[in-house]
């Protein structure tokens, strides 16, 4: 077996919902189903969303460094929030609508969660759009190797697209995140390894990983 296979082979072993779609955790998932409704601007009950590169809640954004197993899984992040850094480990198991999540870096403490209705589906632009944003992204060269972020042509990371257009420089897309819309202009540089990210009034540049 060559090299290159058994490289392969070894990364989906470690990355079981990449190598047959979408895992069963991915998805929006609370302990009381009326939070499903709320919007993070407003309040901080909002549900907690499992994907496969990022775990998002109100106060914390994790990155997924590594999960094993396809059901139940066990999954190890490095989570940001309040201006800390931490790691984390969870076990997932997951029984249709329902799911267990066990601590495991805290003993083992359990929560019950249920899953988020699915939202109805917005409609993505029909015009066409330069799709030269689809890939493996980080906002340093550094954080390719830990944080990061994969964008395709319909998510970047646990955020949704629901709208696509050229404009002069790219594509602005508007994205939803965690219960909160976002409208971000993307530019691909010449050579596509560098990309200018622009929200509002605030620029800053990500690096295609390769």
């Not at 995140?177 to 596509?192: H, I, M, P, Q």
């Amino acid at each position: 077996m060559k090299r290159s296979s058994v490289a392969l082979l070894a990364f989906l072993c470690v990355h079981p919902a990449l190598a047959a779609g979408p895992a069963s955790y991915e998805g929006r998932w609370t302990t009381n189903l009326s939070w499903c409704r709320n919007s993070a601007d407003t309040t901080d009950q909002v549900p907690r969303t499992y994907g496969r590169r990022m775990v998002t809640s109100y106060a914390s954004d994790c990155s997924v460094d590594r999960v094993v197993g396809s059901g139940p899984f066990e999954m190890s992040m490095t989570c940001r929030g309040e201006g800390q850094t931490w790691k984390s480990r969870e076990r997932l198991e997951v029984a249709a609508d329902r799911m267990r999540v066990s601590d495991l870096a805290r003993g083992g403490m359990a929560l019950n969660l249920r899953r988020c209705p699915e939202r109805k589906a917005v409609p993505v632009a029909a015009a066409a759009v330069r799709e030269d944003f689809v890939g493996e992204w980080a906002y340093s060269k550094a954080q390719c190797g830990t944080s990061r972020i994969h964008i395709d042509g319909k998510s970047m990371g646990p955020c949704w697209f629901t709208n696509k257009e050229p404009n002069r420089t790219g594509t602005a897309v508007t994205m939803v995140c965690n219960s909160k819309f976002r409208t971000l202009d993307w530019s691909v540089e010449a050579g596509g390894r560098s990309m200018v990210e622009t929200e509002g009034e605030n620029s800053r540049m990500l690096y295609r990983c390769l």
